[in-house]
């Protein structure tokens, strides 16, 4: 059974930076396709980040300058370094293993200005 855990959110002001971390357990490393997203009150669920066997990645457009997304595959971890924050990125960050559409419970993000 796929699991994945986040980690690594919380109050930042603006301009700081965070790193966020999902832990996953249940598939091999060798073929992976993963994504970071994000939901915050009233709004649909964005993605933020992407990353697929072969270490590619897909940066949404609204983010690209400032995360970037990466994988240790031998802890079966990946990462989503946030940079620059604003209040706009305040939200719950998810992660989530495409195969099988699991997801983990999330990390709160918030900005302050």
């Known amino acids: 059974q796929v699991q994945l855990v986040e980690s690594g959110g919380g109050s930042v002001q603006a301009g700081g930076s965070l790193r966020l971390s999902c832990t996953a357990s249940g598939f091999t490393a060798n073929d992976y396709k993963m994504g970071w997203y994000r939901q915050s009150p009233g709004n649909e669920r964005e993605l933020v980040a992407e990353i697929f066997s072969g270490g590619h990645t897909n940066v949404a457009d609204s983010v690209k300058d400032r995360f970037t997304i990466s994988i240790d595959t031998a802890k079966i971890s990946i990462y989503l370094q946030m940079n620059n924050l604003t209040p706009e990125d305040s939200a719950m960050y998810y992660c989530?293993?495409?195969?099988?559409?699991?997801r983990g419970q999330g990390t709160q993000v918030i900005v302050s200005s």
């Open positions: 989530q293993y495409y195969t099988t559409g699991e």
